[in-house]
């Protein structure tokens, strides 16, 4: 059974504006981040969510407010990162909660690295210490570090080797 469906827009009026008027939310943006991992094919975390076969259930893909909804009753706040218990299932109320971001890495799959009480140890130039040591050494957050192994496809040592882009855009010259 294919994974693939059509993702439709949320309760659109005249003009293919969003009824609810929370799109720029967190909220919102976790609910649409899930659809987009699991469903546009074309995502570079697909292959981990639905290119393994994780949904979101209908009830939550449909509607977002059915979602807000979840969320409020079981403990959402802006510090908190949803977590599916089951790594393997799927988004859905009775596999998912609320967790510190802290937390919440220590349920990921391990690409290229071994996992070991829920701590990732990284072996670089034959030295193998925990991610969090190592971020501690190279004075970077893990999240930044995680997302460049995760998300960009860095390998461990250039995740931590690359260097910081500077922040902003910088003043045009008049």
Same mark, same amino acid.
């Given at each position: ?35 987009? /991992?699991?469903? +546009?094919? *074309?995502?570079?975390? #697909? ?7 994780? @949904?979101?259930?209908?009830? !939550? ?49 391990? /690409?290229?690295? +071994?996992? *070991?009480?829920?701590? #990732? ?7 193998? @210490?925990?991610?969090?040591? !190592? ?40």
């Amino acid at each position: 059974m294919s994974n693939i469906i059509e993702l439709k827009p949320h309760r659109q009026r005249g003009g293919g504006h969003i009824k609810h008027n929370k799109s720029k939310t967190r909220l919102y943006s976790i609910w649409n981040g899930m659809k987009t /991992r699991c469903y +546009r094919t *074309y995502h570079d975390s #697909y292959s981990n969510y639905g290119g393994r076969g994780i @949904k979101i259930c209908q009830e !939550w893909l449909d509607d977002f407010e059915v979602f807000e909804k979840w969320a409020l009753a079981n403990g959402y706040n802006d510090n908190l990162s949803i977590d599916r218990v089951n790594n393997d299932g799927d988004y859905e109320p009775n596999n998912c909660r609320w967790i510190p971001w802290s937390q919440q890495s220590g349920h990921r799959r391990v /690409r290229k690295v +071994r996992s *070991y009480k829920q701590t #990732y140890i990284w072996e670089i130039n034959g030295v193998e @210490k925990s991610i969090i040591d !190592w971020c501690k050494e190279y004075g970077l957050s893990r999240q930044m570090v995680e997302y460049r192994v995760n998300v960009k496809g860095m390998t461990p040592y250039e995740a931590l080797n690359t260097p910081i882009a500077p922040q902003g855009r910088g003043r045009k010259s008049s």
